[in-house]
């Protein structure tokens, strides 16, 4: 196919060039309009035998430039919601495809965006379908939003498609912001605590325990410990965060095994209070995602496979995908997934009663409701409980450094009155 030459200007007049393949001088006009541009000249060049290594290496050069991204750009979640959100409202003014990337691909933010988002443009421009395009970017854009946009594409409602991923999106990170804060506070606290006690026994013990040994009187106990503690991790403290390190290592590698990961997340479900918010915050996604799939007519067994991969928990996963081998007629998957008994029972009568109906998506949405309200009980309940917990714990280990000291100085007082 031959290669051209395109000089052009943007809508604001900017001049801008490139390289593109085409079937003809037309055709290339053509695609550069479907870029968005204008175009001012189009010149075929050819890189054949005659041609200088050099240089043909330079305009292969040019060419991957203009049309590849680096294999390590992706763009965060917050990245890919702008990028759905803007290019919906783009499609739904009633700008054409290629013109919506077009505009999007010559803003300049700094991130992945600025390398992902030209590529797909450029996807687009020598033919290839947006979904196709997109699953190309597989770290940016996952199975499930390939797969929504495939079934945009197939409807003729894409702005309406992006418009419900972004709706999803959203959904699925106020549930792993909801997790995230429960834990700020409490982090917070274990943390200040934690930085009091080691620099109690860092700074403050040895100086005590330089008067102690100067005054030559016997110490109570619980000074005694608390010196001898001290000293322990001045001479030792680089060993234990050698040996903290090392643990946290080691627990990382075994939990990225197939077998660790599933010991791990089955840990997750089994610990009390800690379980209710894994749990709920599963089940919610899953019913979420689901029913976005299936209301945009995706196949009910596709929709399980698209979903298996995205729940963050191993064990339900496991459970999903065997469920998913029980379907026996592609519609009816409340039994299977009851089969397996880890999916609540309310749950999946729920989901049977949506089957009975005809509206699986309804239930499934009338089900992450549900567990959306029980996630925030679960999380407030869990919030409740731990303050007090981390708070008591810090208050008894600070207090056993002040009381420890003031026993050694009241001994040490009653001593000299003798």
């Known amino acids: 196919m031959p290669l051209f030459l395109y000089k052009a200007r943007t809508r604001t007049g900017e001049r801008v060039e490139g390289t593109l393949d085409a079937d003809s001088r037309r055709s290339a006009a053509a695609q550069v309009e479907h870029l968005g541009y204008v175009p001012v000249s189009i010149t075929e060049t050819q890189v054949t035998a005659s ?18 991204a680096p294999r390590a750009a992706h763009m965060s979640t917050r990245e890919s919601l702008t990028f759905t959100t803007e290019l919906s409202d783009l499609l739904a003014s009633g700008m054409n495809l ?13 991130k992945a965006t600025d390398d992902v988002v ?4 450029d996807a687009i421009v020598r033919g290839t379908s947006l979904s196709d395009a997109l699953a190309a970017h597989p770290a ?4 499930l939003y390939v797969s929504m ?24 990170q106020d549930l792993k912001e909801k997790v995230v804060m429960a834990l700020v506070y409490p982090g917070i606290v274990l943390f200040l605590g934690l930085c009091t006690l080691i620099f109690s026994m860092v700074f403050v013990v040895p100086r005590f325990s330089v008067i102690f040994k100067e005054m030559g009187q016997t110490l109570p106990l619980p000074t005694r410990m608390l010196i001898g503690s001290s000293h322990f991790l001045l001479s030792y403290g680089w060993l234990l965060l050698l040996l903290l390190g090392a643990g946290i290592y080691a627990f990382r590698r075994w939990r990225r095994t197939p077998a660790g990961r599933m010991r791990s997340d089955g840990w997750l479900l089994r610990i009390p209070m800690i379980r209710g918010i894994v749990a709920t915050s599963i089940f919610a996604n899953f019913a979420r995602t689901l029913s976005t799939l299936l209301a945009n007519g995706v196949p009910a067994l596709q929709a399980l496979g698209i979903v298996e991969k995205t729940v963050s928990n191993a064990v339900i996963a496991r459970e999903i995908h065997t469920a998913r081998d029980r379907v026996t007629d592609g519609t009816t998957i409340s039994g299977p997934l009851a ?10 009568e729920m989901l049977a009663i949506g089957e009975q109906t005809g509206d699986m998506s309804g239930a499934l949405k009338h089900i992450g409701d ?49």
């Not at 946009?149 to 699925?172: D, I, N, P, Q, Y």
């Open 51 to 68: 041609v200088p290594k050099k240089t043909a290496d330079a305009t292969a050069k040019r060419h991957t430039f203009h049309f590849r």
């Open 98 to 110: 290629g013109h919506a990337l077009g505009a999007l691909s010559r803003r300049k933010t700094g």
């Open 118 to 121: 030209p590529a797909v443009r």
């Open 140 to 143: 940016s854009f996952p199975n």
């Open 149 to 172: 946009v495939r079934v945009g594409e197939a409807s003729g409602a894409l702005a309406e498609v992006l418009k419900r991923l972004v709706e999803h999106f959203e959904r699925v």
């Open 339 to 348: 089969a397996g008994g880890v999916f609540p029972p309310l749950m999946t």
């Open 370 to 418: 549900r567990y959306e309200r029980e996630l925030d009980r679960n999380v407030k309940i869990f919030t409740a409980a731990l303050e007090p917990m981390l708070i008591v714990v810090v208050a008894v280990l600070v207090g056993f450094v002040a009381v420890s000291i003031l026993m050694a100085v009241f001994n040490l007082t009653s001593g000299l009155n003798v």
